[in-house]
């Protein structure tokens, strides 16, 4: 990846101009300054970007404080996996269903086994 003026990085990352040249001066983030444009390389220093990201987060003592952001996406996971959940539950009644609906105990027997074929 090629180098990224400094309000660019900025919109990118969600972090403040003075934020990141805090992170220059602390020497987190790679950059240079070429014709008065400050240049940042993304791909240097993401370990220390990430946490300024969530500058959100604290922890007071044995609490910790989540943002919104971190709560929502959190929030969409669990009920994203959840109606996957019910979907996987729906077929396996449709196909127990289908196994005994057929009268043949084979068929259930093969249901369980996970041997039936849809």
């Known amino acids: ?47 220390s970007v990430v946490p300024a990201q969530m500058h959100e987060m604290a922890v007071q003592g044995s609490e910790m404080i989540v943002g919104s ?21 729906e077929e396996t009644i449709e196909a127990m269903c289908k196994a005994m609906s057929t009268g043949d105990s084979r068929a259930v027997e093969a249901f369980w086994q996970g041997q039936l074929d849809d």
């Open 1 to 47: 990846m090629e180098w990224m003026e400094i309000d660019e990085y900025a919109a990118v990352t969600g972090l403040e101009t003075g934020a990141i040249n805090d992170l220059i001066e602390r020497g987190k983030l790679s950059s240079k300054v070429e014709n008065g444009k400050v240049y940042i390389d993304p791909s240097k220093g993401t370990q």
């Open 69 to 89: 952001q971190f709560v929502e996406k959190t929030i969409g996971t669990i009920i994203n996996l959840h109606e996957k959940v019910l979907g996987a539950k």
